[in-house]
């Protein structure tokens, strides 16, 4: 697993007019290129009658899945502009699917380069980009007593809170990057004098914008 990537924001949608054109530029994870395609094949179904329904996907850690169709534009003027925005924002596991309802006026090649790239890059500033970073969720394990100290000390530090239980004890678990656990466990032990039982719980992935 990465230790941290980016990604589209949320699955969603944003649209531009160009020459009276509409282009609908829909944003989805994936995390397979079966899923990629499904959601292809769902888009070009909502849009059916849409002049062209253009795609593009990076899947992959190492992006070993890179694919873009053009859907009936001139070779080369959809799809690959499309796929060369996610490539310069640095998105993993991105599918784009450009809707376009021709408006009457003929773009060109370059026109067509410079329609298909700006509605996704438009498209991600209006829908988001975040980073998703690889941490380990950590349990910290006190005596009621020691809630207030912990809780104000875990506001003012670096770390993000996930959640607390309140049982027997309470069990406070917070994000901690996934290489910082020890640091993390020896400031916890200082901060409550060895009073508190710290386990190591699941890896997860936590999204910040950005």
């Known amino acids: 697993m990465l230790a941290s990537y980016q990604t589209v924001k949320e699955s969603g949608s944003h649209e531009i007019i160009i020459q ?38 990076l899947i992959g ?9 053009d859907d009936g534009e001139p070779s080369g003027t959809a799809g690959v502009p499309m796929l060369e925005v996610l490539k310069k924002r640095q998105l993993k596991d991105t599918v784009v699917v450009v809707t376009r309802y ?10 067509l380069i410079r329609a298909y790239g700006g ?18 969720i950590v349990h910290t394990e006190i ?23 309140y049982v027997e004890k309470v069990d406070v678990q917070t994000y901690v990057p996934v290489g910082e656990v ?7 032990t200082n901060l409550t004098n060895g009073q508190a039982e710290v386990r190591i719980g699941d890896e997860a992935y936590l999204e910040t914008d950005i």
Do not use: P
């Open 102 to 111: 021709f408006g009457g006026i003929k773009l060109g090649a370059g026109g």
């Open 20 to 57: 009276k054109s509409r282009f609908i530029a829909h944003f989805n994870r994936v995390q397979t290129e079966e899923e990629a395609q499904s959601y292809i094949e769902r888009i070009k179904k909502e849009h059916w009658n849409a002049n062209h329904n253009c795609s593009a996907y």
């Open 143 to 165: 005596d009621y007593h020691w809630l207030g100290k912990v809780e104000h000390a875990l506001r003012e530090s670096s770390y993000r809170m996930k959640g607390t239980d």
């Open 119 to 136: 509605s996704v890059s438009e498209g991600l500033n209006a829908i988001g980009v975040v980073e998703r970073s690889l941490m380990n």
């Open 61 to 69: 850690e190492r992006d070993e899945i890179q694919k873009a169709n």
């Open 182 to 188: 020890d640091t993390f466990i020896e400031w916890m």
